[in-house]
């Protein structure tokens, strides 16, 4: 009689462990499933859970006072239609200019008159000046030379509104470098 014919032996996967097979007798113990973490992840009982809750607290807070910044912001920006005032310079005139040369230097004497005009082109905001410090000063080639301050006295301006301000500069016995007297003596 004929024998059936064996059937090959499969191989085994690698890292097939047999369930049979006992691991005691070498000494071998498997790794535990549970990673191991160091110790930062640890829970710690009692006090991390309200410091969770605090930290928590605090960040939708804050984020809810943000976005209230905004939507308040954009409210006014679409409310008001803000827009910078325009201010222009009309006309500079010079009433008075005399340099005088002397053994201890070269001394300017000057008055000026400046006119600005300040548009205000909001529809439903209006403006509050106060007290402002005014300077006029010329610059040639490179050199500036003051020409006098003044204070101006604060103002309003109401809405869509134009205000014209007339502003003096006076300027006495200021000492400046020789070759700038001799450029405004000349007018150049």
């Given at each position: 009689?004929?024998?059936?014919?064996?059937?090959?032996?499969?191989?085994?996967?690698?890292?097939?462990?047999?369930?049979?097979?006992?691991?005691?007798?070498?000494?071998?113990?498997?790794?535990?499933?549970?990673?191991?973490?160091?110790?930062?992840?640890?829970?710690?009982?009692?006090?991390?859970?309200?410091?969770?809750?605090?930290?928590?607290?605090?960040?939708?807070?804050?984020?809810?006072?943000?976005?209230?910044?905004?939507?308040?912001?954009?409210l006014f920006y679409f409310l008001f239609d803000p827009k910078f005032p325009n201010?222009h310079v009309h006309s500079i005139r010079v009433s008075r200019s005399n340099v005088?040369?002397?053994?201890?230097?070269?001394?300017?004497?000057?008055?000026?008159?400046?006119?600005?005009?300040?548009?205000?082109?909001?529809?439903?905001?209006?403006?509050?000046?106060?007290?402002?410090?005014f300077d006029v000063s010329v610059e040639e080639g490179g050199d500036e030379t003051?020409?006098?301050?003044?204070?101006?006295?604060?103002?309003?301006?109401?809405?869509?509104?134009?205000?014209?301000?007339?502003?003096?500069?006076?300027?006495?016995?200021?000492?400046?470098?020789?070759?700038?007297?001799?450029?405004?003596?000349?007018?150049?």
């Amino acid at each position: 009689m004929v024998e059936p014919p064996l059937k090959p032996v499969l191989q085994k996967p690698p890292g097939y462990r047999d369930p049979n097979f006992q691991t005691a007798q070498f000494g071998f113990k498997p790794p535990s499933r549970k990673p191991i973490l160091p110790p930062f992840f640890h829970q710690r009982k009692g006090k991390s859970r309200f410091c969770r809750v605090c930290c928590c607290s605090f960040c939708v807070f804050l984020s809810v006072l943000i976005l209230l910044l905004l939507v308040g912001s954009m409210l006014f920006y679409f409310l008001f239609d803000p827009k910078f005032p325009n201010f222009h310079v009309h006309s500079i005139r010079v009433s008075r200019s005399n340099v005088t040369k002397k053994p201890d230097g070269t001394y300017l004497d000057a008055l000026m008159t400046t006119r600005l005009e300040v548009k205000n082109l909001t529809v439903k905001m209006t403006y509050y000046y106060g007290d402002a410090k005014f300077d006029v000063s010329v610059e040639e080639g490179g050199d500036e030379t003051p020409a006098g301050t003044t204070v101006v006295t604060g103002f309003t301006m109401g809405k869509q509104s134009t205000t014209s301000l007339k502003v003096e500069t006076k300027v006495s016995n200021m000492l400046v470098a020789d070759d700038v007297g001799n450029r405004i003596w000349t007018g150049h």
